[in-house]
């Protein structure tokens, strides 16, 4: 369920601007977690193409390493790193949280710090350190994980470190005559830009599924209404659902025009017997006593019924009656009133050979009830289901 606001702001007449705030501290997988699956293949190609540009570097710049247990130490903690990242990703019951990102990202930030002290004082060109880009590819992986706010504190701690390195090697390094300005733009240049990186995907990436879960909402609302207007109008109510079609454009033409011609008193008058007549054979079938066994209605709540509910109750009772699994005793409805209007409940018995193959017949009815009923629930005992719903209106 999503929780916090949806939409805020106040949309123009024509050119409706609505402005999306997810919830603090959501992540994309938490709204989607079904993405994990390419987030995670994402995440397995990212730590690949890691692991290779680490090793192919640090065959390529061998000559420049001073310290070759530090640039294999740097290499296994690398590879640690994003073992634990992905071993963490494919979790089905925790996930990426916070801390076990954090461990993976002090594991490859500390194979950064190994793989630059690895080659301290012959380091001849400082972007050929492939901590430098490891420590932004691991950021840019963790987007779909994580929410963009701790990336941008990941991303200022990844530039900061390597602004550290980047000054330790000016100092024992490099040639005085190389500007210590240029040796920290191009150490900070991979990590802040695929850091930077992330925090943008990881924003678009779940304001993208935000605003298709808002859709996926409405639409279901609309469905819903759909559904119940056509349940409750035609498919129950019959033919008094389908007249309001007839009737209710009749009278707002009515009364647009202000005016009533002969041709309209007629057909008024064809309309009207249409109703009675429909609404008479309505009541003669709407009896909920002609669908069960035994009716027990001391209250006569029966017929004060609201119309929808009604309609789902007799369908419920219909479903029940034409299951083969209902033993011959059939159903029992029993309507309870008590002393005050809050206390009024009904119960639906019905007595069953199989019970649960009983319920599995009838539970779409079961849950329409949970719909349009405040409360309403279902209890299966040794022969018998029970449908217990709470009425809380009257016609």
Do not use: K
Not at 159 to 188: D, K, M, N, Q, R
Request: glycine share 8%.
């Amino acid at each position: 369920m999503i929780r916090g606001t949806a939409l805020r702001g106040t949309p123009a007449p024509h050119a409706s601007r609505q402005v999306l705030r997810p919830p603090r501290g959501l992540t994309a997988l938490e709204l989607d977690p079904l993405a994990a699956i390419s987030a995670r293949g994402f995440l397995v190609v990212v730590a690949a193409v890691a692991l290779v540009c680490a090793i192919v570097l640090t065959l390529v710049t061998a000559d420049q390493i001073s310290s070759w247990p530090l640039a294999v130490l740097a290499l296994v903690l690398l590879a640690a790193g994003f073992g634990w990242f992905i071993r963490s990703a494919f979790r089905f019951d925790l996930g990426v949280s916070n801390d076990r990102f954090a461990v993976s990202y002090a594991l490859v930030a500390i194979a950064t710090a190994l793989n630059s002290l690895s080659c301290l004082g012959t380091n001849v060109l400082v972007r050929d350190d492939w901590g430098l880009v490891t420590i932004g590819l691991v950021l840019m992986a963790a987007a779909p994980f994580r929410t963009s706010a701790e990336l941008g504190t990941y991303t200022a701690i990844s530039a900061a470190l390597a602004v550290l390195l980047a000054g330790l090697h000016w100092f024992t390094s490099f040639s005085p005559s190389i500007p210590l300005g240029v040796i920290v733009l191009v150490a900070v240049a991979p990590s802040l830009a695929f850091g930077l990186g992330s925090v943008g995907y990881a924003r678009r990436l779940l304001l993208g599924i935000y605003a298709e879960r808002l859709d996926q909402a409405e639409n279901r609302e609309r469905q819903f209404d759909e559904l119940r207007r056509s349940f409750v109008d035609d498919d129950v109510v019959g033919s008094i659902g389908s007249l309001r079609e007839e009737i209710v454009p009749f009278l707002a033409r009515i009364r647009q025009s202000g005016a009533l011609t002969v041709d309209d008193r007629v057909r008024a008058g064809v309309l009207a017997q249409t109703l009675q007549g429909a609404i008479a054979e309505a009541r003669r079938a709407d009896s909920l006593g002609d669908h069960v066994s035994a009716l027990i209605d001391e209250a006569g709540l029966s017929p004060r019924l609201h119309e929808d509910d009604r309609a789902t109750l007799r369908a419920l009772l219909i479903a029940l009656g034409n299951s083969e699994h209902t033993s011959p005793q059939g159903v029992t409805l029993e309507l309870i009133e008590g002393e005050g209007e809050d206390d009024r409940f009904g119960v639906v018995r019905c007595r069953a050979d199989d019970v649960r193959a009983l319920r599995a017949d009838v539970l779409p009815f079961i849950r329409m009830a949970r719909l349009m009923f405040r409360r309403a629930g279902e209890q299966v005992t040794d022969d018998t289901l029970l449908v217990q719903f709470d009425i809380d209106r009257l016609a």
